[in-house]
């Protein structure tokens, strides 16, 4: 099989996979669960895998969101509707980039609502539920960031819990990048020492789509280059000893394989403490497809060097083996 291409051995693979039924080991397969999603969040909660993505359609149909969950990366269960228009009474077109975090038994959801421009109602929102399933509610009934600061649209939040208990949230498009405080019940912001509440961060060729992780005591800082439409789509990150900064970019890791698919970027990444195993989730376009707004969630296994340098991710048709959250 020297000469054979990599599209056939991984479909090769894949149908070996399948046959063999509970003899060979389960894998997840990619996409992971059928239909159009995109800007996938990866998160943990309790024993449970969850994916919150964007439902990818045209900017007018994009009007509510839908939830995946599994005990082993394998088999995924939908959770319809977690929020929709009839709960976001200023929400008029595009709802997407879910970002979700629980605290004190609550899961506050996230969300970019209307491609917001300068003068427009719109921005960053935030609902709230006693269950990660939802029904979500809006939590304020109006923005939490509306505002077009140091130049970043408010969209594509994420919000990160450092290990002193703060609460950041890292947000931005248009090649920007905010990182701002949230206060306790996450209907504001704390300033920062200096007085200053929004700081811009962009790092190198940023466009959209951050996330922060922690490993050995360094900060992850991650985010999409290109353009989300097309095949430059890629994911790029940087290190740092500190979540504010200085970050030291190390370049690119999740790109375009031409016979795998396309346009790969918007990501978050999971850790099973189990295990030990990290995940990168993110979206990709099938190989062929010509329509903006075809994108599908995938997962791959993210591996490190010795250094901790994030190695680059082989994307797979196959997808990553079972790996429950329990010992």
């Not at 007085?195 to 790092?203: L, Q």
């Not at 994108?295 to 079972?322: K, Q, W, Y």
């Amino acid at each position: 099989m020297k000469n054979t291409p990599k599209f056939i051995i991984a479909v090769l693979s894949l149908f070996l996979a399948v046959a063999c039924g509970v003899e060979g080991e389960k894998r997840s397969g990619n996409p992971i669960f059928e239909g159009w999603y995109a800007d996938p969040e990866g998160v943990i909660f309790n024993d449970t895998y969850w994916i919150y993505p964007t439902w990818s359609q045209p900017f007018p149909e994009q009007l509510h969101l839908d939830a995946f969950s599994s005990k082993d990366l394998v088999t995924w269960q939908k959770h319809e509707r977690i929020i929709d228009q009839t709960a976001i009474s200023w929400l008029n077109s595009a709802l997407w980039a879910p970002s979700i975090i629980e605290k004190g038994g609550r899961y506050y959801l996230m969300f970019s609502c209307n491609d917001v421009h300068e003068g427009e109602i719109g921005g960053i929102g935030v609902a709230v539920a006693d269950n990660p399933a939802g029904p979500f509610k809006d939590l304020l009934g109006k923005p939490l960031i509306n505002d077009i600061i140091n130049g970043a649209q408010p969209i594509d939040q994420f919000v990160f819990k450092d290990t002193d208990g703060t609460y950041y949230m890292y947000y931005g498009g248009w090649k920007h990048c905010n990182v701002c405080k949230l206060n306790d019940d996450f209907t504001g912001f704390v300033p920062f020492e200096d007085g200053e509440i929004f700081k811009e961060i962009t790092p190198g060729e940023y466009v959209e789509g951050p996330f922060m992780f922690i490993r050995d005591g360094k900060y992850y800082f991650m985010w999409s280059e290109g353009k989300w439409t097309r095949d430059n789509y890629r994911v790029a990150y940087a290190i740092s000893d500190n979540p504010l900064g200085p970050f030291e970019t190390k370049g690119v890791i999740l790109q375009t394989d031409p016979e795998i698919g396309t346009g790969a970027g918007h990501h978050s990444v999971m850790h099973n403490p189990h295990s030990g195993k990290y995940y990168i989730v993110y979206h990709r376009h099938p190989l062929g497809s010509t329509d903006g707004n075809d994108r599908r969630t995938c997962i791959d296994e993210l591996h490190f060097a010795e250094n901790g340098d994030i190695l680059p991710v082989v994307m797979t048709f196959e997808g990553v083996e079972s790996d429950p959250l329990t010992k």
